[in-house]
């Protein structure tokens, strides 16, 4: 800069416009971005003050900080946002203190970290680093040390700027809040909070269309305590939703995900499910499963299902396919001791959701060959944006055979049923095989095991008892050495988790010099009931052999085949018929393809609506016997009853039985009758009237729009009503003003009562069915947003609604909404009739009665609580004054030497507002004003312009 004195004066320039080309959000919203959140806070502040007020902003569990912004793609996201919800400069979260020249960010995961060095020209980006500088910036324009905050000019460029005052100049804006990635990932699970305040249905429906890094989302489910922990460190002080419900106490069922239809709850929770139940919850009624956070733990209770709450959105990560959910098991006669599976049966493959993505690194694959004992296998899969996805388990290798369990053959004399039997003669039997091995060098082990998903049982009747007699034997041809007794180590697992002990009874290699078997007997078992066994493993540790005779076990490999007898008999030791052996079905049928909720719309001048959808396919491990469905594709389902619930039920040959549960919404496709109506201050009055609906003792204040009381009635329309199926009214409110509601209870409903002298000819019909009750620009008055567009739909009853010949009427009371106080710029109120109606095909002049209305009504329990000024509905001017012709900054040369003042003048800007009279404006400075010599050292000196209306919204010239 030239070294003279100058004068500065820095105009700001608010516009309220939403000009922005690219964004198509809602203003309204946090902006989501890469699963980072924005929010601009328009309070002007001082960077230092926007810093920690950023911070004491919390979103969920979520902390806000001064944005960060690391990419081109992020800032065109963010500036698309900011440009066209607010047009305002934003402090960023970055400074170069205490090194001048060192710009640093100050919050977020960058902190600390260095993106650009030095001034301008002089300087230039670190590493590569994203920087967006307006030209010539930064530039420390009033000197050294003078400009150490970073703002973004509402064009988008980054400028250096003083943090707060600066030579008598204070420097005050909005700052852009970020958010970082409100989300935790457990497992091949992503949870991710959402903080807009949703009905638990709506917020069902809206979880289903969310999608995160390639994965469809549904409302969480939350069953084990690993996802608790992490839930819990999203949910923070508010309450969440979660896919939970109960239509009848005391069963709960997941309604999303892969637990969708089960029931986690029935007095006690089910294996599976972690109980995180509150004191005294569940209760007893009916309702929808809220979760909150209690001292860092998540603890569950009943919520009611039309409150609008925040919830969680689960993401399964389907990130392997066929990863094992156990062991596998393998067994092997080779005398190298190895298995080299059909590992196509066993491996663990990429989700197509990653596979293009995704790097895959394996300790195993289909060429791999597994030794004798246990392998640990582990499959991870590195996903961008992701930890680490990891599909572990173990590889057990055995000497010996498998054999599958296929069926029972009963012995009625003596009592005792075959589990095996060796020749083959009943062909539901399974029977042993050949093997090449060394049993001598190796041991042996035997698995005998159920076909998947159905396990060896035992039904004891009373007075019974059972004992497991297992005999098989193999002989080879040659010479094979003696070596006595071979010891048994045998385990036998039930499902109950009980051990069924066995003891040897005469297990011996080499009988007549080429055979050897395993013989075992059972302790007895005399309980009652059915003991289910998922596998027998009879295992052979290498035979000891006596001194001198250790080399005889180098026999090699020797070919053998099964010899008679080869059983597993189930002995009863006392006859009884009641008592029985069988393989038991225990899996139940599955569906593949379980639709999710979805919507249908009803046609024009209808009330039904035609669902279609692919049908979900029933599998079982054995047959399915029946599919049985409450509804097909191309059922009409109506809009009174809506939501339709669909129920598929499959069973199997064992009776076990499942369901696939869907729910389908009708909406009407509405064509309307638009009618438009400003809301004037004069429109909103108040009275008390008795409570409707029998609700005994209360009393109910009417806020009244469109009154009986002489405001201007809602305006006429004109048109054929059969060429449409609903009348909507929407209720606007005037330009720069909004709708505030303030309720005093707990139930807010929408009362109704339109009606309409008809100048024509209209066929009767049968009376309005539905109402929807739509909110535009809607925000609580804690600040939490609502979408844009929420609608909340009611049915209500209206024995006064008519359409006759020549009169419409459409009255009613809806469901209580459950908002609290909130705020809209725009209330629609639709009132949809059936099918059926006709008319002389003419416009009609529909001409409104002057007692038409649409109230809020508050419905309270105590009607002594009532105060004459209790709030209710008002308008509220949201608009600050504007200033027009402000002028930009003023730098003036003192020409005359030695001069000892200098005169400045301007023209002065001047100000309106939607709303006049203003309330008060002021400045600090007029013209012209004279600066003396002694001023001359607090230049740049800012004029400040001042208005505020009568509603307290305020405007800046500076």
Known sequence: MANRAMLSVIATVCLMACVGAQFTGDCNEYFEYEGHSYKVNPSLLSWNEAFFDAVSVTR????????????LQEHEAVYDYVQACHNVRVWLGATDNPVPGEWRWQAGPEIGQMFYKGVHNDGGAVDGAFTNWNSNEPNEYFGPGSEDCLEMFSSGRWNDIPCDTYRGRTFRYASLVEFEEVTVQVGDKIFRYFPNRLTYELAKQTAAASTYKGAIGHLATVTTAEEAEGVSRLVGSSSVWLAGKSTSAPFWRWEAG???NTVFYDGAMKLGNIDLWDVNQPTANPGCLSADDNASSLIFFTGNCSDAQAYIVEYPVKAFNNCPSSDVVLTTTLSGGTAAPDWSLYEPTVHPNYASVATLNASANASTVFAYGTTPVSYRLDVPGLQPIFCDFNVQVFYGLTVGIQGVFAQQEPRFDFFLEALGSYSNVASLSSFTGNVLENGFTLFLNSPLNKDMSIQIAENNSIELQILVQWCTAGSFPSSGLISLNTTTVAIASRTIGFSDSGSLASLDGRCFRLASTSQLIDAVGVTTIESIRLS??????????RDRRAVGDKNFSPQQPGVVLVNYSVPDNSSQAFVEDVDPPSFVGCPDDFFVFAPVLSSTGVADWNEPV?????????VTSTHSPGDSFSIIESPHLVTYTATDPAGLSATCEFSIFVRFQVLPFNIEHVVQPEDVNRVETPAPLGLSGATVREVLVGTEFGSPAIAGFSGDLADFNALVLNMVAPPGQVIVVNPVSDELLVDVDLAWQVGGTVAPADGVSLMTVTLNGLNRADGSPHPAG?????????????????????????????????SAENIIVTAAYPAGITSNNATLTFTPLSSNRVSFSYVYNDAAGITSDDPSVELKDITPPEYSGCPTDISQAITVPGASALNVTWVEPTVTDNLPPLGSTTSNLSPPYEFGITDFSALPALVSYKAVDRAGNVAYCN
């Open 60 to 71: 969920g569990a979520q902390t806000g900080h001064l944005a960060t912004i690391t990419s």
């Open 258 to 260: 892969d637990e969708k």
């Open 790 to 822: 929420t609608t909340f739909q009611a049915y209500f009853a209206s024995p006064s609604s008519v359409i006759q010949a020549d009169f419409v009427r459409v009255t009613g009371l809806s469901a209580p909404l459950g908002l609290g106080d909130f």
């Open 540 to 549: 052979t540790p290498v035979p000891t052999l006596p001194a001198g005779r």
């Open 618 to 626: 029933a599998v079982d491990n054995s047959d399915v016997v029946s």
